[in-house]
């Protein structure tokens, strides 16, 4: 089935960029849900996946266009997966991010050593043809690293200033774009949901 228009169930324009650029050479158009005036879903789930089904469902019941979605979050080690699918909400419905990180900062302050502040951000993408889609795409994006110490950097967003990749040292405030689309949680599973699209075209499914 090829799928020429894509609802995107976000309004970050951030978002609407990063996917815009992995999916374009498929020929897909996306579109953000806020274009149709679809409100943002309710996220009451436990689970990563569970919210991204829902605010996939969501977008394509209002729209009657095939949707995609992600949730997302930072999950630390040793605060049990926290803030996890509460990131944007960890320390109020206010969705501030100096507020977040200041709640994250004050949760770990006992803990001295790097090994100790072990997390990674997690991305979960699904896709679905239609709101009551039985078979939904679903691709999952993990990025290591821990909480740092000090805060680093002016790019990105969220919890990057605190966040040290594992591999590179760098926050993810301090990674150029183009550094951080090649090792983020949700530049992986978006590759990984272009793949799986790329692979349902050549079998025409």
């Known amino acids: 089935m090829k799928i020429p228009k894509l609802v995107l169930a976000s309004g970050n324009e951030k978002k609407l960029r990063e996917f815009e650029r992995l999916i374009a050479p498929l020929g897909i158009e996306l579109a953000p849900q ?36 992600d949730d997302s979050g930072l999950c630390v080690d040793a605060l049990g997966g926290a803030p996890g699918v509460n990131s944007a909400y960890y320390a109020g419905p206010q969705k501030s991010d100096e507020d977040n990180n200041r709640k994250l900062i004050a949760a770990l302050a006992h803990l001295e050593y790097t090994a100790e502040r072990r997390a990674h951000y997690t991305a979960v993408l699904v896709l679905v043809r239609s709101a009551e889609d039985p078979e939904p795409m679903v691709a999952e994006g993990r990025w290591f690293g821990h909480v740092g110490f000090e805060a680093r950097g002016s790019g990105g967003f969220g919890y990057d200033p605190w966040f040290v990749d594992a591999a590179s040292g760098l926050t993810g405030a301090e990674m150029s774009l183009e550094q951080k689309n090649t090792v983020s949680h949700r530049s992986k599973a978006l590759r990984r949901l272009v793949a799986m699209l790329r692979e349902h075209e050549a079998e025409g499914v």
């Open 34 to 69: 806020s274009a149709f005036g679809v409100p943002e879903a309710p996220e009451p789930h436990l689970t990563f996946l569970e919210n991204a089904l829902a605010k996939a469902r969501h977008a394509a019941r209002l729209t009657g266009l095939p949707a995609l979605a």
